[in-house]
């Protein structure tokens, strides 16, 4: 591809050779003359001065090589995702049933869909036209999944769980297993029947070996446009907003509402109906507790989670401590000289 149909397809300005030849991308640090890259950020520039790229995504008004082919975009991140697409395109859903995969009579699959080996298919399930399901998936009974997914190899849909168009769910996540959700009775725990349904809005990303837990009764939901990173787990009753994005090892207890476009952290843990307003941002490793609201916009850290500027103030009295300790170590020994010399 040449720079100038990028530039094209990016609606972006060009300065220098239109016709440098493109072959692919690379980190910025390692490009050479036949590869795109971006610089973005406080360092763009010094990154930019020292890249071989052929051609680079910058930001307006930030200096590039006066040698180099630059395209000037708002967002070189984003601008740069664009083109690792065009760069590498997914390969085409090859449709067709492998002869090894279970299908029940009455399930009905669009045109289109790829059901790869082992796949098991249950009775009353509908798939969606373009549709594509890895080796050993199974998806249970009156379950739904919409047009153009893709199911990664292993992955386990449980009865009654409606999956919207576009989805993305990678290997080893399991959606619609029971919720935890036990009756403590005369010094023995009685499971409560967990009957109800999981739902998945459109293009929704789901990572390897995510959980998410079917409701005890009513749904549990991912809004559209949420993202969910490796081994993220979602609790019964959970109800999670649109453009949501949750790195990994994050844990929803049962009953948590997030809003739309809020942002957590890696490795954070939610207690039982616990809110998450929108456009909140949980920093990684932090703990809401149980039944906490986190206020739309706030930024929260650490367990007990808290607005960030009173968890860096926090951060800073504890790094006195030792410093603290000396003080009272020596007001002690003046204070004991003092009481000898009495």
């Not at 440098?20 to 910025?28: D, Q, T």
């Not at 967002?75 to 090859?94: G, L, Q, T």
């Not at 990684?284 to 149980?290: A, K, Q, R």
């Amino acid at each position: 591809m040449r720079a100038r149909e990028l530039a094209e397809r990016l609606q972006a300005t060009l300065e220098g050779d239109p016709e440098v030849e493109l072959e692919g991308v690379a980190p910025i640090e390692a490009a050479g003359p036949q590869e795109l890259a971006f610089a973005a950020g406080r360092k763009a520039a010094e990154l930019a001065r020292g890249s071989r790229a052929g051609c680079l995504l910058l930001a307006p008004g930030v200096p590039g090589p006066a040698s180099r082919c630059i395209i000037r975009v708002a967002d070189p991140r984003a601008a740069f995702a664009r083109a690792v697409r065009w760069f590498h395109p997914e390969p085409e859903v090859e449709p067709g049933i492998h002869p090894s995969a279970t299908i029940a009579p009455d399930a009905r699959l669009g045109e289109r869909t790829s059901i790869g080996p082992r796949v098991v298919i249950s009775e009353g399930v509908s798939i969606g036209s373009g549709t594509r399901l890895g080796a050993g998936c199974f998806v249970g009974a009156r379950s739904s999944i919409g047009e153009g997914c893709t199911l990664h190899p292993n992955v386990t849909i449980y009865h009654e769980v409606r999956i919207g168009n576009r989805v993305t769910i990678h290997s080893g996540a399991v959606l619609g297993a029971d919720g935890f959700g036990f009756v403590l009775q005369e010094g023995r725990y009685e499971k409560f029947p967990q009957i109800g349904r999981v739902e998945i809005g459109d293009d929704v990303e789901i990572g390897a070996n995510c959980t998410i837990d079917r409701a005890a009764l009513g749904v549990t939901s991912i809004g559209e446009g949420t993202k969910l990173d490796n081994l993220v787990h979602v609790a019964h009753n959970c109800r999670i907003g649109r453009h949501v994005v949750v790195a990994a090892q994050t844990g929803f207890s049962g009953g948590v509402v997030v809003g739309d476009y809020a942002v957590i952290g890696g490795q954070v843990g939610i207690g039982d109906k616990a809110k998450i307003e929108s456009g909140a941002v949980l920093g990684s490793g932090c703990g809401v507790l149980t039944s906490k609201v986190i206020r739309s916009g706030q930024v929260v850290w650490g367990t007990p989670a808290r607005p960030l500027k009173e968890y860096l103030e926090m951060l800073a009295h504890l790094g006195r401590l030792p410093e603290l300790r000396e003080q009272v170590a020596e007001l002690r020994r003046r204070l004991e000289a003092l009481e000898a010399a009495k």
